[in-house]
Each structure stands twice: as C-alpha cells, then as structure tokens.
C-alpha cells in the first residue's frame, strides 16, 4: 500500500492497517488517530510530529524510527521494536509500552507519565529529564542508560536494574528501591525525599549533594559511598553499614543511627548532639548533628 492510498483510505473510515510495510517513508505531522498498524514493518520511518493517539503499534518493527514531538497518548507498543528509535518530545501519557526494545533509544524530554513499560528493555537509552511520574517500571532494564534530571516520583521500580545508569539531579521522591542493587550508581543531587531503600546495595554509590531527607536506610549497604553535602536530616539509617562512608558537610537533623555499623568512625553521645569524630581511617570532617534517637 502505498502513502496516498493509506491516507485515502483512513479518510474514508477505515482505521485497520496490520501488517503493512512502511519502511522509511515520510508521514512527518500526518494524522492516524486510533489506526491499527500492529506488526507492520516501520523501520526508519519519519512520524515526526504527528498525531498517533490512541493508535495500536504492538509489535511492530520501529527500528531508527523518527517519532520525535509525536502526540501518541493512549497507544499500544506492546513488544514493539523501537532500538534507537528517536523519541525525543514525544507525548506518550497512559501509553501501554510492555515488553518494548528500547535499548540505544532517545526518549529525552518524553512524557510518559502513568504509562506501562514493565519489562521494558531501556538499555543505554537518553532518558534525560524524562517524565515517568506514577509509571510501572516493574522489571525494566535501566542498565547503563541515563536517567539525569528525570522525574520518577511513585514509580513501580519493582525488579527494575540500573548497573552503570546515571541518576544524577533526578526526581526520585516517594519510590520503593528496597533490596536493589544500586552500586556505584551516581545519584549526585538526586531528591529522594521519602523514599524507601532498606537493604539497597549502595557500595561506592555517588550521593554528594543529594536530597535524602526523610528516606529509610535501614540495614542499607553504604560502603564507601560518597555522601559529602548529603541533606540526611530524618533519614533512618538504622542498622546500615557506613564503613569508609564519606559524610563530610551532610546535614544530620533528627537522623536515626541506632545499631549502625560503625567500623571507621566514632560517635560520641552528648546530652543533645551526637558528633561524629575524625579517625585515621577517615579523614572528613563532620559538624555536631541534632538527634531525638539514642545511639
């Protein structure tokens, strides 16, 4: 089919296209709304600022595919093939995008906020100040893509991997990261207000500068972070492990520290103030912190 006779025939009501092979054409600002192109072969093709709302694209092959500033809210990708497709702009709000491959893909600026990516393969995909509020990102691979200045409040990160990503100034507030592997991560200025990572695997993770008040760290593998300037203040680090931890400048307002391991500082309880002590082992400097917890 060629474009004239599509175009023709979607003006005349007809909505369903499966299977169609489209590879490299232009369809830039045309307008498909609710079309059914499910399995169609659209390699390469150009759908830059069009209007693909609601539109069915399930298992179809966008490989390299151009859907920058794309309206497609509402649509289907399920198990569709987008691997360096470019994305950047696009409006995917409530889009159904399970199982996608999106690995080496541009999603910068995309909204795809309250979507459903679970089991999506985003592997070295530019993330950068994507918006994912209220997403289920269960089980999605995040390895080595970057999430800098992304929003990913009350996300589903449940399964989800992020070896070698870079999570850097982004918006994490109100997320469940419990038990993940996150180290060697960068978080550097990263807001995780509120968020719970009890048993997060955090060794040589970069948190300098970063937004961690309120967050659970319970039992939290801290190893050799770096968390200079780090705004701790009611953070709960019950039980984690800070051995070789750089705290130099954080904030420790109301901070819970019972039963942390402690191997390469000191505390010394006063009758207000908790003050962490310089060590041969440590050579940062800490200030005298406010605490209502005993140690």
């Not at 972070?225 to 019950?238: F, I, K, P, S, Y």
Request: some cysteine; hydrophobic content about 40%.
């Amino acid at each position: 089919m060629n474009i004239s006779h599509l175009l023709r025939q979607y003006e005349q009501g007809n909505r369903t296209f499966p299977e169609l092979d489209l590879r490299g054409v232009d369809l830039s600002r045309v307008m498909l709304i609710s079309v059914d192109l499910t399995r169609s072969n659209l390699m390469g093709i150009n759908l830059s600022r069009g209007f693909l709302t609601k539109s069915n694209l399930s298992q179809a092959s966008l490989n390299w595919a151009d859907l920058s500033y794309a309206k497609m809210s509402e649509s289907q990708l399920i198990e569709a093939d987008l691997t360096k497709a470019n994305l950047t702009g696009a409006f995917m709000v409530k889009s159904i995008l399970v199982k996608a491959k999106l690995s080496g893909a541009n999603l910068a600026h995309t909204n795809l906020r309250a979507a459903n990516l679970a089991y999506a393969n985003c592997c070295g995909a530019n993330l950068q100040k994507i918006n994912l509020r209220e997403t289920n990102l269960m089980g999605v691979n995040f390895n080595w893509a970057n999430l800098s200045q992304a929003r990913l409040t009350c996300c589903n990160l449940q399964e989800a991997s992020f070896f070698g990503a870079n999570l850097s100034h982004t918006f994490i507030k109100d997320v469940d990261l419990s038990y993940t592997d996150l180290e060697g991560i960068n978080f550097e200025k990263c807001r995780l207000t509120y968020s719970n990572l009890q048993g997060a695997k955090l060794q040589g993770s970069n948190f300098e500068g970063a937004k961690l008040d309120h967050t659970n760290l319970r039992g939290a593998n801290l190893r050799g972070a770096n968390l200079r300037g780090a705004d701790l203040e009611g953070t709960d680090l019950t039980n984690a492990i800070i051995e070789d931890a750089d705290f130099t400048n954080a904030k420790f307002n109301e901070t819970k520290i019972v039963g942390t391991h402690l191997k390469s500082q000191t505390i010394k309880p006063t009758s207000l103030q908790l003050q962490l002590k310089e060590t041969s082992n440590y050579m940062g400097s800490f200030k005298p912190l406010q605490t209502g917890f005993a140690v």
